[in-house]
């Protein structure tokens, strides 16, 4: 994935690399509720997020990450103050077709991505 570094070792099952991206969480109706993240710490299965402490976040939520064009179904694994971590249950490209359910998210990355 792009602007990723070494990988980390880790006794968990997929190889983590710590990064610093722009990310944006989005849940609800029509992915209404919106917030931005950095995106840390990332691999195939999951990423640890850093957002404000005082953002609530549901059980489950999508994860945009802005430079990959890419939205992740994520579930809530653990919340720290500033930090959550997040595991992905699905990838979906946001550069091609989505379903009409996924349509907001790409307009979503479409208005963040960069030119």
């Given at each position: ?69 890419a ?7 653990w ?11 699905q990838r ?23 030119a």
């Amino acid at each position: 994935m792009a602007g990723m570094t070494a990988p980390i070792a880790d006794a968990r099952s997929g190889v983590r690399r710590r990064t610093l991206l722009r990310g944006r969480i989005c849940w609800g109706p029509q992915y209404a509720i919106t917030c931005d993240c950095a995106i840390r710490d990332l691999s195939e299965s999951g990423a640890q997020l850093r957002l404000p402490s005082s953002q609530a976040l549901p059980p489950t939520f999508a994860v945009i990450h802005i430079l990959e064009g890419a939205a992740f179904e994520a579930e809530l694994a653990w919340r720290r103050g500033d930090l959550a971590g997040v595991k992905f249950l699905q990838r979906h490209d946001l550069k091609e077709a989505v379903p009409r359910d996924l349509l907001p998210l790409r307009n979503i990355w479409l208005a963040l991505a960069p030119a």
